[in-house]
């Protein structure tokens, strides 16, 4: 069962800009937390934006002041603005939604979506 989709990737400029989708049922958009990661070829995954249920956001120092997440309820959608691209910004952006329902470690729901590729390149 899919539970997170993310969409929006494709091939841009650098210095270019690209929104990135993360759809999900409105359950998850509006109480889970939404976390974007991302993977270069060859890297390991490393989170790019988190927002929280409360609403709180945060973010990577590598993103800091280019991208934005934010979430629409209406929409039951988490977005990823990303802006003034960089080449070190290509990889596949994942989706992923969690939420501890316990105290012990695997008391968590936690999805993941397929991911989608951002290329920054000329």
Known sequence: QVHVVESGGALVQPGGSLRLSCAASAHIIVNYHVVWYRQALGGQRELVAVVRNGGMTDYADSV?????????????????????????????????????????????????????????ST
């Open 64 to 120: 800091k002041g280019r991208f934005t997440i934010s979430r629409d309820n209406a929409e039951n959608k988490v977005y990823l603005q990303m802006n003034s691209l960089k080449s070190e910004d290509t990889g596949v952006y994942f989706c992923n939604a969690r939420l501890r329902f316990g105290t012990n470690p695997q008391d968590e729901y936690n999805y993941w979506g397929r991911g989608t590729q951002v290329t920054v």
